[in-house]
């Protein structure tokens, strides 16, 4: 897999993540408001692939997908601490299922894809 395409696909699973949660608690303010939720997620994204060295790995479940997530979740959480926002536990759990499903998810289901193909052939 490309290290683009495994970098799109956990930036967009970040953003589906802030989006379920803003509409879920109504919460309005555009654009701002969005990037407000966003921000934390996405420097621990970020902070996930560059101390990992991801795109060596993009696709690896462990220790890639596992410490991206790990990443992601921590340093988002300590972000929004930071930055007042809440983190209150039921957030943080709600936080740390949704993003390991997608952040593992998309990475298991392509180990398992894989798999099968060289099965096929």
């Known amino acids: 897999m490309r290290n683009w395409v495994g970098a799109g696909l956990d930036v967009c699973w970040v953003l589906v993540f802030v989006a379920i949660g803003r509409a879920a608690h109504d919460e309005a ?22 101390g990992l060295r991801a795109w060596r790995r993009v696709d690896a479940l462990v220790p890639t997908g596992a410490g991206v997530w790990a990443a992601t979740v921590a340093v988002g959480m300590l972000l929004r601490a930071l930055s007042g926002q809440g983190v209150a536990v039921a957030f943080t759990v709600v936080a ?18 894989a798999r099968r193909t060289a099965v096929e052939k």
Do not use: D, I
């Open 29 to 50: 303010g555009g654009l701002a408001g969005f990037a407000g939720t966003a921000w934390p997620f996405l420097v621990g994204l970020a902070a996930g692939w560059g």
């Open 96 to 113: 740390a299922l949704f993003l390991g499903a997608g952040l593992l998810g998309w990475r298991a289901a392509g180990r398992m894809a």
